[in-house]
């Protein structure tokens, strides 16, 4: 399978502790983002990447969270002291280098409950 | 700021008959417009978009969706509707001038196809 990788699927953890996701991108494209979508709502923009560069983060990005490319290749989103109101779908997706008209791919999501 | 909206919830329609399911956006300047379907625990699958040219765009499985600039909308429209139809739809704009390509999503709408 050569789409966007994303794990882990499911991720259940108790308020206050730290997790973290990890996203493989389709191999060529060197712009990733990460989107959270709770039920109900479409997804929510929270940060993005060239290459190894985060280029933008939402407000949304509160400090207890940070998110890395260091090789430009992966990246990894970190939630720490996590919160119930945290739980949440983590979506990444990728697209096309030097194509403002394309249309990105996602990942299957990491689902995260916070107990 | 730029935002989506899909006025509908929920679609209901019977295996057969057309199907529309509505977006309309609000930009300054010109958008990119992208229609996104997900199934159950699934990521988003691309269906189409729009960039210049032609009002009406045709995309995967059968889905259209129609362009009216004056009316700020993109509907999505597909002839017969069939019971795989049925999944979560996103409309969602991108600003030409936003290099970045982050993708503002609506709600999104739920379609039921019954047969």
């Known amino acids: 399978d050569t789409g966007v990788s994303q794990d882990p699927r499911h991720k259940i953890t108790k308020r206050g502790q730290n997790v973290t996701f990890r996203c493989d991108p389709i191999s060529e494209h060197n712009r990733l983002y990460w989107y959270r979508q709770t039920l109900g709502q479409g997804p929510e923009f929270l940060t993005y990447f060239q290459n190894e560069a985060q280029l933008e983060k939402s407000r949304l990005l509160s400090d207890r969270f940070s998110a890395e490319r260091p090789k430009g290749s992966f990246s990894t989103l970190e939630i720490q002291r996590t919160e119930q109101g945290d739980s949440a779908m983590y979506l990444c997706?990728?697209?096309?280098?030097?194509?403002?008209?394309?249309?990105?791919?996602f990942g299957e999501g990491s689902r995260l409950t916070v107990l | 700021a730029q935002s989506v909206a899909q006025p509908e919830d929920q679609v209901n329609v019977a295996e057969g008959n057309p199907l529309t399911v509505k977006c309309t956006y609000s930009?300054?300047?010109?958008?990119?417009l992208f229609w996104y379907v997900q199934y159950p625990n699934r990521g988003l699958q691309f269906l189409l978009k729009?960039?210049?040219?032609?009002?009406l765009v045709k995309g995967s499985y059968g889905f259209e969706a129609e362009f009216n600039k004056s009316q700020t909308s993109f509907h999505l429209k597909k002839p017969s509707a069939l019971v795989s139809d049925s999944a979560l739809y996103f409309c969602?704009?991108?600003?030409?001038?936003?290099?970045?390509?982050?993708?503002?999503f609506g709600q999104g709408t739920e379609l039921s196809v019954k047969p």
């Open positions: 997706a990728s697209s096309i280098p030097g194509q403002g008209t394309g249309e990105l791919f």
């Open positions: 969602a704009v991108r600003m030409i001038y936003n290099q970045g390509g982050k993708l503002i």
């Open positions: 930009v300054s300047g010109n958008p990119y």
């Open positions: 729009y960039i210049t040219g032609d009002n």
